[in-house]
């Protein structure tokens, strides 16, 4: 019996999935509150329970999520039975040595990525894979593995993977990485760990400054990468481009992708199909039914609105997606609905916010503080709105401010789940 302390966290709850598909017995604690993580740990049937230390039972492996100290009430029973403990990443470790790896890292745009990836290959050859977004699958068969690696406290150097995947460096997580020097050098050690081939965008500014010990090989718009997309063209229905390998036509592609940053997502995935030769119209098939990973420009249509759900809280994501915003629907207007995440990340990119935001009608939430407490930083929601004329507060029931807007994109942004002030609007606006 593997036991999850924190099974409701989107990779906890993807890894939970894994190991039930691979035959395991598998159940977990967590928050009583509803999840969107939770679908696949419904449709299994596994069970969730309150934390409780009488949980703990002679016999399981715990698996506890990053979190969680040993001064949680599970821990410290699982602890006083002396039962095996392992962490999120020492799980994942010991799962992915049965087969083949693919590890796809990178600041901004890892989760889409992977889930491209892990469709595509699903799709050509059956493929097992575990997403940032709470997505899990696995068959014993299956040779591959596609496994989202995150750089935080340095998590994805536990992996050992033939291809590992970089879709770009940035700098984040100001409360572990010092500046963007101490990010390369993490992201250095990743490629490193890669055993056959890196593959990695050549049109970021930092992933050229690598040294990398096996063959690393570029994908991007630049004439200078191996892989490049050529002959562009943006419009309402997608992205249209021909992919060049090192100088030669490799495959035309038409999808239904949105901005530059969703281009490079679909080029990192086409790289590797091709070092491992797959057929390019294969792929482009493929390609062309990819719905999105969850929480990724998840759209819905309400009245003349569309409803964006979106997980980007970095400036740079943030950005991206306004732009494929305006992309895909050049005449509407754009609302967002932005909660910060964590004190050091608002801190840090305070100014870039604001320099973009400020163009945007924009209501803010409270900074969702995660892993951080309030006190140890200077800083609160009410920094952002006093430098911003065009914005502000909302908070998780306060839906009807968003009623007055028609004909318009509002983008819900945030990490955390704010799904309740979604579907309250959505319910208001249906009766309204």
Not at 73 to 83: H, R, S
Not at 181 to 190: G, I, K, Q
Not at 287 to 296: E, S
């Amino acid at each position: 019996m593997f036991y999850f302390i924190g099974i409701k966290g989107s990779g906890m709850s993807a890894l939970a999935c894994v190991l039930h598909d691979l035959g395991y017995e598998v159940m977990g604690s967590d928050i009583e509150k509803e999840c969107f993580t939770e679908e696949g740990l419904r449709q299994r049937n596994i069970r969730i329970l309150p934390f409780n230390k009488n949980n703990i039972k002679k016999g399981m492996y715990i698996v506890k999520g990053n979190s969680f100290k040993d001064d949680h009430e599970e821990i410290k029973a699982a602890l006083a039975l002396e039962l095996p403990i392992y962490t999120y990443q020492e799980m994942i470790k010991k799962i992915t040595k049965m087969f083949k790896l693919v590890t796809v890292a990178g600041c901004h745009g890892k989760t889409t990525t992977s889930s491209m990836l892990a469709h595509v290959l699903n799709d050509l050859v059956g493929a097992n894979y575990l997403i940032g977004d709470g997505s899990g699958f696995a068959l014993k068969e299956n040779k591959w593995f596609v496994l989202e690696a995150c750089e935080y406290q340095r998590h994805f150097l536990e992996y050992k993977p033939e291809y590992a995947i970089i879709t770009n460096i940035d700098y984040d997580h100001p409360d572990y990485f010092k500046d963007i020097t101490d990010v390369v050098s993490a992201y250095e050690e990743y490629a490193n760990t890669a055993l056959k081939m890196v593959i990695a965008c050549g049109d970021d500014s930092y992933t050229h400054s690598l040294e990398v010990e096996e063959s690393i090989f570029y994908y991007g718009l630049d004439e200078d990468n191996d892989i490049q997309a050529k002959n562009v063209f943006y419009n309402e229905d997608g992205t249209i481009f021909d992919v060049f390998i090192e100088g030669n036509y490799y495959g035309h592609f038409d999808l239904p992708f949105y901005g530059k940053h969703q281009l490079l997502n679909a080029l990192a995935v086409i790289s590797f199909c091709y070092y491992e030769r797959f057929e390019a119209k294969e792929v482009a098939k493929s390609l062309k039914t990819f719905n999105g990973a969850k929480r990724r420009f998840s759209e819905k249509v309400v009245g003349s609105n569309i409803l964006i759900d979106d997980y980007a809280h970095h400036p740079a994501e943030m950005k991206a997606t306004l732009k494929a915003l305006k992309q895909k629907y050049p005449h509407k207007d754009i609302v967002i609905v932005f909660q910060p995440h964590t004190f050091s990340r608002t801190q840090a990119f305070k100014d870039e916010y604001i320099e973009f935001l400020k163009d945007y009608k924009t209501y803010i939430m409270e900074i969702h503080p995660a892993r951080e407490k309030q006190e140890d930083y200077n800083i609160r929601a009410e920094d952002l709105l006093k430098e911003l004329p065009n914005a502000e507060k909302i908070n998780i029931n306060e839906a009807s401010k968003l009623l007055k807007y028609e004909n318009s994109v509002l983008v819900f942004m945030s990490p955390n789940d704010i799904s309740k002030l979604e579907n309250d609007y959505i319910t208001l606006k249906e009766k309204s």
